[in-house]
């Protein structure tokens, strides 16, 4: 960490694109130290300009600590929508140590006509409802909460991942094998309609497993789907915790501007 009394120290919890873009824009303002903490899930992650730190800080005391230690002077949680206790505990840190704290949160997708949307609360939910006229199902859920479909092994599914799942990443009791009806995939978004079009066609895919992550990138499949007339099992988004959110990083911005800066315009 680098301390220098004329800057300000913002640290931005990231794990998504809105993280990456800000990290850049906030780099090059001359009272910006920016700190961009990442979860360490991915190994091979695309560093952020500024400063980047990886892995949890040890629960919200934990980041208490962090804020009160590195001076923190605002914090910008743009975390993915579904990382539901990272930014809860962010929540709480900032209220125990009355650091300005601000939520990026991108809207969800919304239905279109043609769509075939069923609805879930999560992940257990959307492994239970569906049936064998939905295989080869399509999981698109990332690798860490796949373990809910360990109780399905009537179906066939294809899931898609940045990279293989390790034991220690599931967000439930460690996966050390997994089963033959479920077959890896490895890819990167963003995803394009022909790209998308041409891996479920070539899987026979006949359902769609996903959550509403609102991002522009991963939205191919969702279009892919209607075409094809196939359904989609969407995740709904986890309550948003308490205190200020904006939905993109300009306004992200123009807070920051009003919360912790009197000086030139950051937009
Ligand atoms: P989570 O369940 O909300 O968080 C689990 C724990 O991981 C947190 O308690 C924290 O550990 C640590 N953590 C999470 N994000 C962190 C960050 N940015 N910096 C430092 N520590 C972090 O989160 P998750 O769903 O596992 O997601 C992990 C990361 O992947 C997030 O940063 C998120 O933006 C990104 N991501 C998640 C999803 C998703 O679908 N959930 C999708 C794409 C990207 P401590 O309690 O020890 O501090």
Known sequence: MIYQEDMKNILLLGGSSEGFELAEKLHL???IHVISSMAGRTSLPRKPKGELRVGGFGGTEGLVDYIKTN???????????????ISRNVQQAASKTACPCLMICRPPWQKQQGDQWHEVKNVQEAADILTTENAPVFLTIGRLELAAFLSRPDLSFIARAIEPPKPSDSKGPPVCNWPDNLQFIYGKGPFTVKGERELME??????????????PAAYAKIEVARTLELPVIMIKRPPVPEGPVVKNTKDALTWLEAKVFTGPDLT
């Open 71 to 85: 001076n923190i002077a605002a914090i910008i949680d743009a975390t993915h929508p579904f990382a539901e206790k």
């Open 202 to 215: 070539t899987y026979g895919i006949r359902s769609v497993v996903t959550k509403n992550s609102g991002s």
């Open 29 to 31: 303002h001359p009272e």
